[in-house]
T-cell receptor, first 115, second 114 residues
Framework: TQLLEQSPQFLSIQEGENLTVYCNSSSVFSSLQWYRQEPGEGPVLLVTVVTGGEVKKLKRLTFQFGDARKDSSLHITAAQPGDTGLYLCAGGGMAGGTSYGKLTFGQGTILTVHP | DTGVSQDPRHKITKRGQNVTFRCDPISEHNRLYWYRQTLGQGPEFLTYFQNEAQLEKSRLLSDRFSAERPKGSFSTLEIQRTEQGDSAMYLC????????????FGAGTRLSVL
């Protein structure tokens, strides 16, 4: 059972298009992180959101944490080929759980931006 | 560079052999985590340490797997009697305390069991 569901799993778009990746769960998390991973490398942290309703912007990337802290979205404006990669959401500190250390990852969204 | 360092980057072994991976966390990070990632999936938690204490182990971590962090600095993950199903990327991450739960990952060790 996947605690964090990401959608879509695959996204292939042209340079300049906008896109949104969703990360949904039935569980409440104390924080949610977004990572980007390139083939053969480890995930690189993009952002952490901790407050319900929080919105963070990182250049062309906008991250939002749902009010109930169960879901999040990543929006990319005017995608570029350099944005190509695997995008992962990860929840930390699941409410009601006993573990406050581990991250629970979604299965990832593979984004390909064509020139 | 003061990021998380993992060694080796790639390991090819024959089924039944033992392998050991090393992780050096970011200096002064007291928490260290091991994850496993198979192709097309997100990382799955294996275990984590706070200083030298191993605080949690996933059910994914069979008795063939053992992890140590003897001095609260670097950590090793050993897999005994490797199986083809152990082929995966093994990722290490570190963080400072719990408050932020922000984990920084190493580049991983890619294990191929033939």
């Amino acid at each position: 059972t996947q605690l964090l569901e990401q959608s879509p799993q695959f996204l292939s778009i042209q340079e300049g298009e906008n896109l949104t990746v969703y990360c949904n769960s039935s569980s409440v998390f104390s924080s949610l992180q977004w990572y980007r991973q390139e083939p053969g490398e480890g995930p690189v942290l993009l952002v952490t959101v901790v407050t319900g309703g929080e919105v963070k912007k990182l250049k062309r990337l906008t991250f939002q944490f749902g009010d109930a802290r169960k879901d999040s979205s990543l929006h990319i404006t005017a995608a570029q080929p350099g944005d190509t990669g695997l995008y992962l959401c990860a929840g930390g500190g699941m409410a009601g759980g006993t573990s406050y250390g581990k991250l629970t990852f979604g299965q990832g969204t593979i984004l390909t931006v064509h020139p | 560079d003061t990021g998380v360092s993992q060694d080796p980057r790639h390991k090819i072994t024959k089924r039944g052999q033992n392998v050991t991976f090393r992780c050096d966390p970011i200096s002064e990070h007291n928490r260290l985590y091991w994850y496993r990632q198979t192709l097309g999936q997100g990382p799955e938690f294996l275990t984590y340490f706070q200083n030298e204490a191993q605080l949690e182990k996933s059910r994914l971590l069979s008795d063939r797997f053992s992890a140590e962090r003897p001095k609260g600095s670097f950590s090793t993950l050993e897999i005994q009697r490797t199986e083809q199903g152990d082929s995966a990327m093994y990722l290490c991450a570190s963080s400072l305390g719990y408050a932020s739960n922000i984990q920084y990952f190493g580049a991983g060790t890619r294990l191929s069991v033939l």
